[in-house]
């Protein structure tokens, strides 16, 4: 018998389709939510039943949880899958949810309350004797300038609800302040309707790494070992990888004793995710639990071999955790790049438009979780993350290979996305020896790598190329196709060289 009949999944994209999938597997009906804009999306094609939940605006339709609820009970839902970002990690959406007699898939709200708040979370871990980043202890109102005096420049300051990087800002000085503040609680606002911020210190050539944690009703904790997602942009994770290069046996052993000794302190069931910063000496220090699963969780299932989404629906309708969970069997390494439309030669800002090609790499030890396919629309209002692509291999070196070959296969058309970026970082000396840190893009990454032999000839064969195709393209108001490939590279330049 199937956990449930039939669950509703409160969330758009990717991660909506990842769900989808495992409830497939589990025999249960999925139902999807949707916006206006949404109301043809792939995640909307692919469930059993869709609800319409609001105009395209988060606040009015995702973040909704009068709308969310409603869905569920027209659907005749059983139970409710956040996904991450939105509601994943609300309070007041879980007890919503149970109040209706549903089940929601996650933490109890009480454990989303006292840890999805970072400033909370950062109070129980050091009361349960894990070494935490220095910070405020209170959150940061307009003319604290002396309690940030105390913290330290250059300073953090950052949303205490919510993830993925949303109301974080770097602040150099007193004199920054100001400025910084307001945009973090806009931010913060918009994305988690809550623009709490508190403020850390800048540790400087950090690694980020974070501890899986997947818990049931019945007492059981599995510590499924620990993920590298130091390669970021705007406090976003771009790259995610298991195990990380910068972690030694001892260091990871006090990693997850952390962790646990955090997970200990409340009442902590399904999914979760430890998150820390490991300094150049491997000292490690507690950031934040996010209470809900992770963009990055297929990592962590490719080297254990485990359904991380299934086990939480599982654990949600109250199955134990069999020993194959408790204590996993990790082989080889796994990589994940997000594919995100956003021009990483112009600051990795957001990029919008239609998507006129797509095609993915395939192959042994090969994943994408996509949220998106040609004839995509994609809107400003979302997230412009577009897939996730995860490669498997025996050791580092040959997912690194692997995950060459993948991305010269990746053709995505009629956006400008990060996959350039991307096939240049896996040549880099400092990744390919994991030698890196979360500085990495801003200290290597500058404007794009300069162009080798090869890649200039390419140049050559692009710009008369573009030539002769310029009154096509401008006719179908197309931009080109963003192709990981050498050609695709080297056209990208010719362009930025007009």
């Not at 339709?61 to 409710?80: F, K, P, T």
């Not at 309708?317 to 990790?330: I, N, T, Y």
């Not at 996509?370 to 490669?391: F, H, I, Q, S, W």
Request: proline share 6%; glycine share 10%; charged share 25%.
């Amino acid at each position: 018998m199937p956990p449930f009949d039939r669950l509703l999944i409160a969330n758009r994209g990717e991660i909506a389709i990842r769900v989808i999938r495992a409830c497939r597997e589990l025999g249960i009906s999925p139902v999807a939510v949707y916006s206006d804009a949404d109301v043809d999306a792939l995640h909307v094609r692919l469930a059993d039943r869709s609800e319409r939940i609001g105009p395209p605006a988060p606040g009015e339709s995702y973040l909704s949880i009068e709308a969310i609820v409603d869905a569920a009970a027209r659907s005749g839902a059983a139970a409710v899958h956040p996904g991450y970002g939105f509601l994943s990690e609300n309070a007041a959406f879980a007890r919503a949810v149970t109040g209706a007699g549903l089940v929601f898939v996650g933490p109890p709200a009480a454990t989303l309350e006292a840890l999805g708040d970072k400033l909370a979370a950062r109070r129980i871990a050091a009361a349960a004797g894990v070494p935490i980043v220095p910070g405020t202890e209170l959150a940061i109102e307009v003319g604290d300038t002396a309690d940030l005096a105390a913290v330290g420049f250059p300073l953090l300051l950052k949303a205490a609800a919510g993830g993925g990087g949303r109301g974080m800002r770097r602040v150099e000085s007193p004199e920054g302040v100001p400025d910084a503040l307001a945009a973090a609680r806009r931010e913060a606002l918009s994305a988690f309707g809550d623009g709490t911020i508190y403020a850390e210190r800048v540790i400087a050539t950090a690694r980020h790494v974070e501890v899986q944690l997947l818990g049931d009703r019945h007492g059981g904790l599995a510590l499924l070992g620990e993920r590298d997602c130091s390669i970021q942009r705007r406090h976003q994770k771009l790259v995610e990888e298991s195990p990380s290069p910068a972690v030694d046996p001892s260091t990871r052993a006090a990693l997850l004793e952390s962790a646990r000794r955090v997970a200990a302190s409340v009442d902590f069931h399904n999914a979760a995710t430890v998150e820390f910063l490991l300094d150049a000496d491997r000292n490690h220090y507690f950031l934040e639990m996010n209470t809900r699963l992770q963009v990055e969780h297929g990592v962590t299932e490719q080297v254990t071999g485990l359904d991380l989404v299934g086990w939480q629906i599982r654990v949600a309708a109250g199955e134990r955790l069999p020993d194959g969970v408790l204590q996993p069997a990790f082989r080889g390494h796994a990589i994940e790049v997000r594919l995100y439309a956003e021009d990483p030669y112009a600051g990795f800002q957001p990029t919008a438009g239609r998507i006129t090609a797509w095609r993915m790499p395939q192959g042994p030890g090969v994943r994408v979780d996509a949220g998106v396919e040609a004839d995509t629309d994609l809107r400003p209002e979302y997230d412009p993350l577009l897939a996730k692509l995860m490669v498997h291999a025996e050791d580092r070196p040959a997912a690194i290979d692997r995950l060459r070959r993948a991305l010269d296969e990746t053709v995505i058309g009629g956006v400008q996305t990060d996959a350039g970026f991307l096939r240049w970082l896996v040549d880099d000396d400092a990744f390919r020896a994991g030698d890196y840190d979360t500085g990495l893009i801003a200290d290597r990454w500058g404007h794009g790598p300069p162009l080798d032999g090869d890649d200039a000839r390419l140049v050559a064969i692009a710009a008369l190329a573009g030539r002769a195709a310029a009154q096509d393209l401008a006719a179908a108001a197309s931009t080109p196709t963003d192709d990981a490939s050498a050609w695709g590279r080297a056209a990208r330049h010719e362009a930025l060289r007009r």
